[in-house]
C-alpha cells in the first residue's frame, strides 16, 4: 500500500531554533500533502495544503511566515517551523494524496514531535 | 465551521464485545467519511472509508453511513483490548483534506 514517510520522528532543540521536517511519499506521487498539528490530548488540525509546484494554502490562523512548506516535488514536501518557541512545541504530522480519484484514503507519515525548550 | 462531532469518552467494553463508536456531522454536502485509529504517541492509522450509504464491512470492522441523520458509526466485533485506542471520525473537504473529530477514546479490558 501507499506509504508516507516523515523525518525526523523528534526533535528537542532550543527557543528560536528553525525546524525542518520532511514528509516523502515513498510508492506513488503526491500531488497533494497536508500538514496537520496535533496538540495534547486534541484532536488533528490541519495547518495547510501543499500542492506540488505553487504556494501552499494555510488555514486561518496559521501564520504562513512561520510555517514554511515547500513541495518542490511530486514526492518531497516540507515543513519548517522558522524561529520556534514553546508553544509551537506539537506533534506535526503530514500526509499525502495521490491519484486523483474521488476517495483515496489518505495516509499519513508517523509524525513528527517538536518539543521547544 | 463544518463540524464532526464524537463523544470522548472513554468507551469501556469488555474483551470479545462489540465496540459502538458513532460520529455526527454539520455539513450535510458531506460525501466521504474515514475512521482512523491513534495510538498514544502515534500516527493516525487508516481503518475503513466508506461514501455511499448503508454498511460495509472489513474483517471485524463495520463502518455504517446515514447521510439523511448525517451519522457515522464504526462497530468494532470481538473487541480486543489491543484495539484499545482513540478513534477518530474524518470527513474529506471540498479540497480533499481530512476535518477530524476529537476523537472516542476506547478501552477494551480483558
Known amino acids: 500500500g501507499a506509504v508516507v514517510s516523515q523525518h525526523p520522528s523528534r526533535v528537542i532543540c532550543k527557543s528560536g531554533t528553525s525546524v525542518k521536517i520532511e514528509c516523502r511519499s515513498l510508492?506513488?506521487?503526491?500531488?497533494?500533502m497536508f500538514w496537520y498539528r496535533q496538540f495534547p490530548k486534541k484532536s488533528l488540525m490541519l495547518m495547510a495544503t501543499?500542492?506540488?509546484?505553487?504556494?501552499?494554502?494555510?488555514e486561518q490562523g496559521v501564520e504562513k511566515d512561520k510555517f514554511l512548506i515547500n513541495h518542490a516535488s511530486l514526492t518531497l514536501s516540507t515543513l519548517t517551523v522558522t524561529s520556534a518557541h514553546p508553544e509551537d512545541s506539537s506533534f506535526y504530522i503530514c500526509?499525502?494524496?495521490?491519484?486523483?480519484?474521488?476517495?483515496?484514503?489518505?495516509?499519513f507519515g508517523d509524525g513528527t514531535r517538536l518539543s521547544i525548550l | 465551521q463544518k463540524e464532526v462531532e464524537q463523544n470522548s469518552g472513554p468507551l469501556s467494553v469488555p474483551e470479545g464485545a462489540i465496540a459502538s463508536l458513532n460520529c455526527t456531522y454539520s455539513?450535510?454536502?458531506?460525501?466521504?467519511f474515514f475512521w482512523y485509529r491513534q495510538y498514544s504517541g502515534k500516527s493516525p492509522e487508516l481503518i475503513m472509508f466508506?461514501?455511499?450509504?448503508g454498511d460495509k464491512e472489513d474483517g471485524r470492522f463495520t463502518a455504517q453511513l446515514n447521510k439523511a441523520s448525517q451519522y457515522v458509526s464504526l462497530l468494532i466485533r470481538d473487541s480486543q483490548p489491543s484495539d484499545s485506542a482513540t478513534y477518530l471520525c474524518?470527513?474529506?473537504?471540498?479540497?480533499?483534506?481530512?476535518?477530524f473529530g476529537k476523537g472516542t477514546s476506547l478501552l477494551v479490558t480483558p
Open positions: 501543499s500542492n506540488e509546484g505553487s504556494k501552499a494554502t494555510y
Open positions: 455539513d450535510r454536502g458531506s460525501q466521504s
Open positions: 510508492d506513488f506521487q503526491a500531488t497533494t
Open positions: 500526509s499525502a494524496r495521490g491519484t486523483p480519484e474521488r476517495d483515496w484514503p489518505q495516509h
Open positions: 474524518a470527513r474529506r473537504d471540498s479540497g480533499y483534506a481530512l476535518n
Open positions: 466508506i461514501y455511499s450509504n
